[in-house]
């Protein structure tokens, strides 16, 4: 276990046996090979190896992990390459016997692989399979982000969104023939996101925007001109919010809405002859229904079903109406969906059993690992209506702590993560001296810790596994506590501030998330949806039974400085920051947050600090007063924060601000021979 903290068998999980390889060792034996092998293939062949953050030799792997890797062929890639001239002391010994072997056998085998060669050669002529894995081919080599690509029925070009290279992440909607190296721009209105999805017809592009002056849905033709607006929306910043689809009759587009009232996300279908719409799906209470794709013959409409936990499901429903079916359940978050010409499986690109990649997912609720990724993440497929080819967006994220020194005047951010790998929510500990923050560096998310300059990264859990996160420090500044997710629920953990201590402290088959401690050190503040409906409890830290403190829905409390009042969400799709006293009166304190941003505040004595991702010319942290109810702007980001990345913090003498940012990359490319 890193970082010390071990973990009992009271249910708590743990990497098993099973599912961990613990040394050079076992990864060598699982994979059949000698540790010099593996080591080699780690590396020359990206094999995924980890690193014991508190001994850099130590090292561990995930059986699943090595399985998607081996699939993908790359332990091919290494089998035959030569060592250096020399070798070592050991293989002196064995070099005269070895080439006796090799030419006493060299004959023997160019007659096997002759004949292996002429039957692999009449086999694959006969059926038409390939045993190629999987191959990555450029379909851009020009710099920025590109993503959502969408084929032409012919499949011979490609409409995408692409940021041309602006930090700004300002894009905008391209075309470009397959094979080609020059991009054909179709709009002109740089916005935060852009969705195009090309009509059966050919003819037209629909899509979805995002941007500060206007969000809706468009039309335009393939070939450029004016754009036609179809419908005004509102969306959370949520790439995959803004995903559209056609009916294959090209009379329908299908899209996500936002129902406000009940803080949900549904699908909807919109006429383009009336302009009318109506809901698909009705998902629960704080539901997040998205990305619908519409199957090839019309009848059925697949979708993502998630919540504020990043877990979710495949779903599908008759495009007629009816109840929706679960068709697989996801560990993980999944950016995009895609169907099969034959209208009998999708591809989904996202994470299952803990591997991240593309996955055929079949009707009856079967799935396969396509193409497995570790430095980046898949999304927003695309699949030819041919079927001969896929495209799909490559994303690689850099997540790292910021600091703003708020006694100076115009300060610019300072970055002080030193850690590869996202990091959020960070915390300062009571004496400003320690940073708690959440980490995925281990491959995993995990609670670390820092001192206040970056320096000195300890990671304190290894549930190696299910999401960890939302640390927060005792006021005595000797424990944290967190929560730990997964599909079955969540749960409240307490551990020592240097991981050597672990006990769980609230479990009842809810989701028990976002904790945070009294000024007293005597209870745990928490977010349960026992019921049905977040709202706020709070727990004896000594154990004991759990008290409801809101009454009309909360989530990620913070009590006061004062301990007079408790700052809180509405939940985690709401907007706006309230309040509680010690009689039970709820008010609102702040109503500019916007819905998904319920983290991104902090509390000191005399009022609240928060991102604004709505502020004009630029997001904005900004300061809101308790007593003047006045709002000053703090700091200009020079990033729009995204809904995911939360967290915001002030030291405890309110010099510094601490500040997640989040820079996301993606390019488009085709991957070849998925099987």
Known sequence: MTGGA???????????????????????????????????????????????????????????ELDAWRRNGHSQLEEHQPEKAGGTREDQPRRFSRAIFVWSTFLATLALLGALGFYSYRYHRQTGKSERPPLIVPFMTLPGWSMAPTFSPDGKEVA?????????????????????????RLTFHPSRFVWPRWSPDSGSIAFTRESESESGVFLISSKGGPERKLLSLDWPSLPGS????????????????????????????????????????????????????????????????????????VYVAPTSGGEPTVLATIDGNVRGLAWFPDG?????????????????????????????????????????????????????????????????????????????????FPQYSPDGQRIAFQSDRSGTWEIW?????????????????????????????????????SEHGSEIYVVSRDGGSLRRLVTGGAKDEVPSWSQDGRWIYFASDHGGVWQIWKTPIEGGHAVQVTKNGGYAPVESLSGKRLFYAKGPDSSGIWSVDERGNEYPVLNILPQGHWADWAVSEDGLYFIDPLAKPRPAIEFFSYATRRITSVLRLETYPQQGVQGLAVSPDRRWLLYPRLKVQGDIVFVQNLQ
């Open 6 to 64: 071990t973990l009992s068998g009271d249910g708590a999980p743990r990497a098993t046996a099973e599912e961990r390889l613990e040394s050079w060792k076992e990864i060598a034996a699982y994979l059949k090979r000698d540790v010099r092998t593996v080591q080699r293939w780690e590396r020359r062949g990206a094999l995924p190896v980890h690193r014991r953050e508190e001994n850099l030799g130590g090292v561990y792997a995930f059986r699943a």
């Open 160 to 184: 995408f969104a692409w940021d041309n290279h602006d930090d700004n992440g300002s894009f905008d909607i391209y075309v470009m023939r397959v094979g080609s190296s020059e991009p054909r």
């Open 242 to 313: 803004l995903d559209v689809t056609w009916t294959p009759d090209g009379k329908h587009l299908a899209f996500v809405e936002t129902n406000s009232p009940v803080g949900t996300n549904r699908i909807a279908l919109l006429s383009l002859d009336t302009l009318e719409h109506h809901a698909l799906t009705q998902p629960p209470s704080g539901g997040l229904d998205e990305g619908p794709e519409v199957s090839p013959d019309g009848r059925t409409l697949a979708f993502l079903r998630g919540d504020s936990t990043g877990f979710g499901s």
């Open 344 to 424: 009998q499986a999708l591809l989904m690109a996202g994470r299952i059993r803990g591997v991240e990649g593309l996955w055929k997912i079949e009707l009856g609720g079967q799935s396969k690992l396509l193409y497995s990724t570790v430095k980046t993440k898949p999304a927003f497929p695309a699949i030819t209506a041919q079927g001969n080819r896929v495209a799909v967006s490559l994303l690689s994220y850099e997540e790292s702590i910021w600091q703003v020194d708020l006694t100076k005047k115009g300060s610019s951010a300072s970055f002080i993560s030193t850690l590869n790998g996202a990091a959020e």
């Open 449 to 485: 810790g820092c001192d206040r300059d970056g320096l000195n990264p300890v990671q304190l859990t290894s549930f190696a596994g299910p999401p960890v996160g939302y640390p927060r420090w005792a006021p005595d500044g000797r424990q944290i506590v967190f929560d730990v997710r």
